[in-house]
């Protein structure tokens, strides 16, 4: 990706797609740097690397008045932890560059003077590791019965490392309908004999999961999300985004 403007940066915040209501969106990581100085460091600070953290902040446009909205979405998850998703300057489209988390929601705010457009601020902070990775699904194809996703070439899983999903359920329609989503790899793009490597838990409504392996290497190195739909005439939004840390 070559240097770009700022013009399309997609935020996903559990269950809202914050992009039509944000116009600034901030990701920060820091490791905190410890003091090791001793009197072997010849006169010169040494610093170890402490705990690690990533912290993603927006702002935009107030609204209210279903669950999609921010302001709906932002109480429903203030002082909970659940993932966020965001994107370097694209429209989410699989294979794009993705920085999701698994994050608690510490902070909103609301409401400026007389004549401005009612803004809103909000933070969330990490839970678990900032992860690179990509989109596997996009927010705007709606899916309304069972399917699977476009292969990546993420790549194995090192002993010691993971791979984490993320997913956020944009909205759902229909009569009693049902998502249950799940991580597959493959030895190779015509996953032909795919493992099942997390399923999500089945949602039938906006909301969002996050999923991480248990360490254990995997050789495997395309993955893909794969999905089943039940209900009556069931409809579903969703996103989601894979990457190994």
């Known amino acids: 990706m070559s240097k770009t403007i700022l013009t399309n940066v997609r935020a996903f915040a559990v269950g809202a797609d914050l992009t039509g209501a944000s116009n600034k969106i901030e990701l920060s990581a820091e490791v905190e740097d410890k003091d090791a100085t001793n009197y072997a460091s010849q006169g010169w600070k040494e610093v170890l ?12 446009q107030w609204e209210a008045g279903d669950p999609t909205k921010v302001d709906d979405a932002s109480w429903a998850q203030l002082g909970g932890v659940g993932p966020w998703s965001v994107s370097a300057n694209n429209a989410a489209n699989v294979g794009d560059l993705a920085y999701f988390t698994n994050a608690l929601r510490s902070a909103y705010t609301v409401f400026d003077a007389v004549g401005e457009i009612a803004p809103w601020s909000g933070t969330a902070k990490s839970s678990w590791p900032l992860v690179r990775g990509q989109f ?61 490597r997390l399923t999500f838990a089945a949602a039938s409504a906006a909301g969002g999961q996050a999923l991480r392996t248990d360490g254990t290497a995997i050789t495997d190195t395309w993955w893909r999300i794969a999905w089943t739909i039940t209900g009556t005439t069931p409809s579903f939004l969703f996103v989601a985004a894979l990457g190994i840390q």
Request: glycine fraction near 16%; avoid cysteine.
């Open 49 to 60: 690397g402490g705990l690690a953290s990533a912290e993603i902040s927006g702002e935009g």
């Open 136 to 196: 596997a699904h996009p927010p705007g194809t709606a899916r309304t019965a069972n399917g699977t996703g476009t292969g990546l070439q993420i790549g194995a899983v090192p002993a010691g490392r993971r791979m984490f999903a993320a997913l956020h359920v944009l909205s759902a329609s229909g009569t009693t309908p049902s998502l249950t989503a799940r991580v597959e790899s493959s030895v190779d793009n015509t996953f032909g004999s795919p493992t099942t």
